[in-house]
């Protein structure tokens, strides 16, 4: 199971930005400035795409999030989750949601025994990043988006779809 299928299923794309970003601090493959500035550690490198964009983001936390949730690399994510069916297009196909499979899929991650912190952030969004000072550097960022919060819903709110209550991403 993928640290991206996982919080694309928890969160959607904005799940998916935080979960990369997030590991790669944690890792150590990048630097996270007191002013919440990203900088990609020299010879650090990428395991899967969604990383690659990670590592070249060379601005804030609140930019980088916002850049990467609309990059090719994590609608690509959605595009392959959507294609295996394990998330289903809801009225008009506007909104997507996990479908039955993706449902097993995150409750297979849930009970993952020594998981590690990348797919924990993805299932729980920011109450997932295991250090305090980086969850509050990466808190401030976010501001009140809720799929990133970790609301112990799979980052879904009553009502809402992965790309939120009127169609933007989370």
Known sequence: MDRNEVAYLSGGRRRVALAALATLVIEGRMRLSHDGKLYSVAGAGAADPVEEVALAQR??????????????????????LLHRGLVARRWLGLSRRPAPAGKELIEQARTTKGRGAALTIALNGLVGIPDLKIRRQFGGAVGGKGSLRGQGTGGWSAGESIDGPSGSSL
């Not at 601005?59 to 392959?80: F, K, Q």
Request: aromatic share 0%; hydrophobic share 35%.
């Open 59 to 80: 601005s804030g936390l609140r930019e980088a999030l916002a850049t990467m949730e609309g990059h090719e690399s994590v609608r690509a994510v959605e595009e392959d």
